[in-house]
């Protein structure tokens, strides 16, 4: 079955960077697009980012754009976030999502706390 899990979460200071990753499984990887949603607390799940089959075209939300970076690996069923200049507003739940034929899939979410 279908399985997407996240990892890299944790708390990190106003500024700094962190990676998540999202490693996949249950699907042939390669043939679909994956993106990056997050929720932060008392609100709704919001789109980060996305990132085609072959990772050669990216789309971001207007709040991380030129912060955050997607990237994937389908050698290693892996679809990566890399974070840069967090601020406390980046406090969330995020998760990793794919689409497969419609039907949705999510993991379970890891933890990110931007705080001084």
């Known amino acids: 079955q279908v399985q997407l899990v996240e990892s890299g979460g944790g708390l990190v200071q106003p500024g700094r960077s962190l990676r998540l990753s999202c490693a996949a499984s249950?699907?042939?990887?390669?043939?679909?697009?994956m993106a990056w949603y997050r929720q932060a607390p008392g609100k709704g799940r919001e789109w980060v980012a996305t990132?085609?089959?072959?990772?050669?075209?990216?789309n971001y939300a207007d709040s991380v754009k030129g912060r955050f970076a997607i990237s994937r690996d389908n050698t290693k069923n892996s679809v990566n976030l890399q974070m840069n200049s967090l601020k406390p507003e980046d406090t969330a739940v995020y998760y990793c999502?794919?689409?497969?034929?419609?039907?949705?899939?999510w993991g379970q979410g890891t933890q990110v706390t931007v705080s001084s």
């Open positions: 999502y794919t689409n497969i034929r419609f039907s949705t899939y």
């Open positions: 249950g699907f042939t990887f390669s043939n679909y697009a």
């Open positions: 990132i085609t089959t072959a990772g050669d075209n990216t």
